[in-house]
């Protein structure tokens, strides 16, 4: 199982990013789909998850309205569309799977985990 993100990068408080998260090796149509976030000094926090049809999502609450988790089976790809980009969102950026056929909040639920992709916002 690899899990590749990419698509971090620089940009201004306001603007936009678009992460990916390719995989393979792995199930990907029937795999839930996360979005987690470390910045320095601060435990790593779920941002985002998607179920395996895409019908299901959920946010932590300080991102809902500014991005939106999306998937194309197809493409064994797992999108993270953040807009509204505040300093606060500055972190390393990493996305996992699970087997759960639901939502999964929590970091032990995610067994599989790409590296990371830096994300600077600034002010």
């Known amino acids: 199982v690899q899990l590749q993100a990419f698509g971090g990068g620089s940009v201004q408080a306001g603007g936009s990013l678009r992460l990916s998260c390719a995989a393979s090796?792995?199930?990907?149509?029937?795999?839930?789909m996360g979005w987690f976030r470390q910045a320095p000094g601060k435990e790593r926090e779920f941002v985002a998850a998607?179920?395996?049809?895409?019908?299901?999502?959920d946010y932590v609450d300080s991102v809902k309205g500014r991005f939106t988790i999306s998937r194309d089976n197809n493409k064994n790809t797992v999108y993270l569309q953040m807009n509204s980009l505040k300093p606060e969102d500055t972190a390393v950026y990493y996305c996992?799977?699970?087997?759960?056929?639901?939502?999964?909040?929590?970091?032990?639920?995610?067994?599989?985990w790409g590296q990371g992709t830096q994300v600077t916002v600034s002010s």
């Open positions: 090796g792995h199930t990907f149509s029937s795999s839930t």
């Open positions: 998607i179920n395996w049809s895409g019908r299901s999502t």
């Open positions: 996992a799977a699970t087997t759960s056929p639901k939502v999964v909040f929590a970091i032990t639920g995610y067994p599989y």
